[in-house]
């Protein structure tokens, strides 16, 4: 099974900040990577698919690079409704999360 | 618009089984398949696996084999995920999400929580 590891778990962070949260996988899964972002109570909702394609409606702020193995998602300017769960998700070989990463107020 | 539309909350004992539904509208419901996953409290999400509404084929993940029961209803555009045997450590959000030919989860049902407790 592919593990998908994320750092850091919790980012403590302001409005305005830039913010970067990695995302290892134990294989190479290509650009077979996906961000979500999750609120409490809620769904999670697509940010990022195919490593660094942004889905339709999602702000430009965010963005995802990188491939084979190491991943980013960057928050080029943190927005008061960004802090939340974050988690990739590898789907090379069936589909696996990462742990997630929360991103919280300073 | 596109959206999946979840049955409700479930309390069930140590044993027994449980059966949630998945609801689709918006598109048409044998062109995509339908993934479950899950969310324990305070948890990350795990995914437990897939149908094809179209043929009904499915996988799960090894965790779930011999436990989890995949179905549809094409006549209603409705989904159907059976868990087995249940245990405390079933006690979680159930999600449907639908993946497009790109495999990722660009829909997602709004989560059913089940119970498990005696």
């Known amino acids: 099974d592919i593990q998908m590891t994320q750092s850091p778990s919790t980012l403590s962070t302001s409005v305005g900040d830039r913010v970067t949260i990695t995302c290892r996988a134990s294989q190479s899964i290509s650009s077979w990577l996906a961000w979500y972002q999750q609120k409490p109570g809620k769904a999670p909702k697509l940010l990022i698919y195919r490593a660094s394609s942004l889905e339709s409606g999602v702000p430009s702020r965010f963005s995802g690079s990188g491939s084979g193995t190491e991943f980013t998602l960057t928050i080029s300017s943190l927005q008061p409704d960004d802090f939340a769960t974050y988690y990739c998700q590898q789907y090379s070989s069936y589909w696996t999360f990462g742990q997630g990463t929360k991103v919280e107020i300073k | 618009q596109v959206q999946l539309v979840q049955s409700g909350a479930e309390v069930k004992k140590p044993g027994a089984s449980v059966k949630v539904s998945c609801k689709a509208s918006?598109?048409?419901?044998?062109?995509?398949?339908m993934h479950w996953v899950r969310q324990a409290p305070g948890q990350g999400l795990e995914w437990m696996g897939w149908i094809n509404p179209d043929t009904g084929g499915t996988s799960s993940a090894q965790k779930f084999q011999g436990r989890v029961t995949m179905t549809r209803d094409t006549s209603i555009s409705t989904a159907y995920m059976e868990l087995s045997s249940l245990r405390s450590d079933d006690t979680a959000v159930y999600y449907c999400?639908?993946?497009?030919?790109?495999?990722?989860?660009?829909?997602w049902g709004e989560g059913t929580t089940v119970t498990v407790s005696s």
């Open positions: 999400a639908r993946t497009r030919s790109s495999k990722d989860m660009d829909v």
């Open positions: 918006g598109y048409t419901f044998t062109g995509y398949y």
